[in-house]
């Protein structure tokens, strides 16, 4: 089995070539699975997305073995995606995406690819915040992501864990099913409910994590900023993942409001026969059901085009999976 490790890259001079170093160091450890899987090759591969610096000369002086460079600076989703293409490209069987500033230990790599060569994964997902505590991460940044993970888990009925770390493995099903519709911000979010909503199955494996204290956030530098464009990625990929809980639930919930209230409006007419004095009765509740019946139309436009969706992601992945077929290779 190959496997390629690929670290995004902007900017990152300073710290790239012992990244680069301690990865082939680790090459060095048999990466296999007691229940039978064996990596055999192994690659590493940098995206350059944009950088100004001398990360490119670095990484090819360190002799990285797949180089992928282009201008100007399209974000980290936008590299992640040129990752995967290139991965299916020279036929890796797993992809591992970690930083390059090594606040990840590459020689955590076989715990990531544990369940995968196992058969028991597709994609699995560093977590910093199980049995081994991330030291010193921002406190902001852990409430917020378990916040969303929460969120995020009751709507998709899946136990998720950290949804933001980029140290993560994926065999080669994952790579061809996944479809970002984000490529102008992260796709760490995204690609987990898109994992679930095809039903990949996903595990989160704890890993000991350091925040330098010079670490440079490359998404998170404005809180405010993340927190607006995390929400919308995440909303678009529930409601596309889950059209009739995210519109249906809503709509059950004013259509019960409505009938409520016109309960609540006919019990007190049938006393003394007056409408006037509960008139506010009948708007709220008028409100409340059409709303209610709306987004339930909605929730099933929805879930239709959830289906035509499927439909074109299932050939789509047919027309992948030929196209990056490893007999060619």
């Known amino acids: ?180 519709t984000n490529v102008n911000f992260t796709y760490t979010q995204e690609t987990i409910i898109d994992a679930i909503g095809k039903n990949l199955k996903l595990e989160w494996i704890p890993v000991p994590v350091t925040y330098f204290d010079n670490r440079e956030a490359k998404i998170t530098k404005s809180i405010f900023k993340f927190v607006n464009n995390s929400t919308k990625i995440i909303l678009k990929a529930i409601r596309d993942v889950r059209p009739l809980k995210f519109f249906g639930w809503p709509g059950m919930f004013l259509l019960a409001i409505g009938l409520i209230g016109f309960g609540d409006f006919f019990f007190h007419y049938l006393q003394d026969l007056k409408v006037t004095p509960y008139l506010n009765y009948i708007v709220f509740s008028s409100i409340s059901l059409l709303l209610g019946i709306q987004l339930i139309i909605f929730a099933l436009l929805a879930d239709m085009v959830k289906s035509s969706r499927q439909l074109t992601e299932e050939l789509l992945y047919q027309w992948k999976k030929d196209k990056y077929e490893k007999k060619n290779l």
């Open 1 to 180: 089995m190959k496997l390629i490790v690929n670290i995004p890259v902007y900017n990152e001079e300073t710290g790239l070539g012992e990244t680069i170093r301690v990865i082939r160091k680790s090459f060095k450890e048999d990466f296999y699975s007691k229940m039978g899987g064996v990596i055999t090759e192994k690659l590493i591969q940098i995206v350059d997305d944009g950088s100004t610096d001398r990360s490119v000369e670095i990484a090819k002086q360190e002799g990285v073995d797949i180089i992928i460079s282009y201008k100007p600076n399209r974000r980290l989703a936008y590299s992640f995606k040129q990752a995967v293409e290139s991965s299916l490209r020279n036929g890796a069987d797993i992809m591992v995406n970690i930083d390059a500033d090594l606040q990840f230990d590459p020689y955590d790599i076989p715990k990531l690819l544990e369940p995968i060569l196992a058969g028991r994964s597709d994609m699995v997902i560093a977590n910093r915040f199980g049995k081994t505590k991330a030291k010193n991460i921002p406190f902001i940044q852990e409430t917020l992501n378990k916040l969303a993970a929460n969120v995020i888990g009751f709507f998709l009925n899946y136990k998720t864990n950290d949804l933001t770390c980029g140290f993560r493995a994926h065999n080669r099903e994952t790579l061809l099913r996944l479809n970002l």
